[in-house]
């Protein structure tokens, strides 16, 4: 059972140093969101710690590109290690892995289409509008990189640039579906690797840390392995684990990255009906490029 009161208490890090050390993560977030509540209520006084955080944010966005340009090594290693126990039989559970996962992405993108039509736009004519954001965050594997050229076509599209522009940024961290879904399939399949037994809080505890992970793992190629890691010691398993997937992490990570973006698409669909505001052609378009924007909300 699960001393509820006690989780709660718990939440609250009695040492952060000690949480920090200890790998203990969610309360850990919560002190992270105490204190930036706490920056953001003194406001300028705030100014000289934030900067040092900042600092160390990029440090150690840095550092982590460093372990990801190094890690093939590690992966080769590993993946050969391996096959010369296992032999290629070994890699039929990840490929496996790899077919759940799609079909999974195909289901949410199949839901998240039926919430376009919702909205009242023609699914097909906004998948045709945001089809070159989607290759592009399918073939580099970064939201980071796909964002500019999103909004662009969003506002193309004649999503207002108010609309667009407080939106997208917001779903880009806060929206990334495909990566939910893909670190919780990841850290259930690495908790049965190790045969670890399952149970009502440990479901509840990866669905919490994975959730929350996620919103916190920067929008660059395989950020979702530094999530996947963090909660993997947060379960019981050890860290090194995730080499197990990162072979074919990349695969993964195309599927969805792409399927991010289309989440942040439907999202800012949404968000346009439920503003209520109409679809605007953008500024200097001529007549049949305002008819062809007028056909989105037909054959919905």
């Keep these: 059972g699960v001393d509820w009161?006690?989780?709660?208490?718990?939440?609250?890090?009695?040492?952060?140093?000690?949480a920090l050390a200890s790998g203990n993560s969610v309360p850990v977030l919560v002190f992270g969101v105490l204190l930036g509540s706490a920056l953001a209520a003194v406001q300028d006084k705030a100014g000289p710690l934030v900067?040092?955080?900042d600092s160390m944010l990029a440090a150690l966005f840095k550092l982590t590109e460093w372990v990801v340009a190094f890690s093939p090594v590690a992966?080769?290693?590993?993946?050969?290690g391996l096959l010369a126990s296992k032999g290629v039989s070994a890699l039929m559970p990840l490929l496996k892995l790899l077919g759940v996962a799609y079909l999974g992405m195909a289901i949410l993108a199949i839901l998240l289409t039926l919430v376009v039509k919702a909205s009242g736009l023609s699914a097909r004519a906004v998948f045709k509008h945001v089809s070159?954001?989607?290759?592009?965050?399918?073939?580099?594997?970064?939201?980071?990189i796909t964002f500019p050229l999103h909004l662009k076509k969003l506002t193309?599209?004649?999503v207002p640039q108010s609309v667009a522009s407080t939106i997208l940024p917001l779903s880009y961290i806060f929206n990334r579906d495909g990566a939910v879904l893909y670190t919780a399939l990841a850290v259930g399949y690495l908790a049965d690797v190790y045969h670890l037994t399952?149970?009502?809080?440990?479901?509840?505890t990866i669905i919490v840390l994975t959730t929350i992970m996620i919103d916190g793992a920067a929008n660059v190629p395989s950020g979702a392995v530094v999530a996947i890691t963090v909660i993997l010691a947060a379960i019981g398993l050890p860290a090194e684990a995730v080499l197990l997937i990162l072979g074919i992490d990349a695969f993964f990570d195309m599927g969805r990255t792409a399927l991010n973006v289309y989440a942040s698409t439907v999202a800012t669909a949404f968000a346009l009906r439920v503003s209520g505001q109409p679809l605007q052609p953008?500024?200097?378009?001529r007549s049949d490029r305002a008819r062809g924007l007028a056909s989105l909300r037909g054959n919905a």
């Excluded at 009161?5 to 000690?18: E, K, T």
């Excluded at 992966?75 to 050969?80: N, P, R, S």
């Excluded at 953008?282 to 378009?285: D, K, M, P, T, Y």
Aim: without cysteine; charged residues 10%; proline residues 6%.
């Design 75 to 80: 992966i080769f290693a590993t993946l050969a």
């Design 156 to 158: 193309e599209m004649g």
């Design 198 to 204: 399952w149970s009502w809080p440990l479901v509840f």
């Design 5 to 18: 009161m006690q989780f709660v208490v718990d939440l609250v890090p009695a040492n952060i140093v000690s």
């Design 282 to 285: 953008a500024l200097g378009e």
């Design 132 to 144: 070159e954001p989607l290759i592009l965050a399918f073939t580099t594997r970064s939201s980071e």
């Design 51 to 53: 900067a040092v955080l």
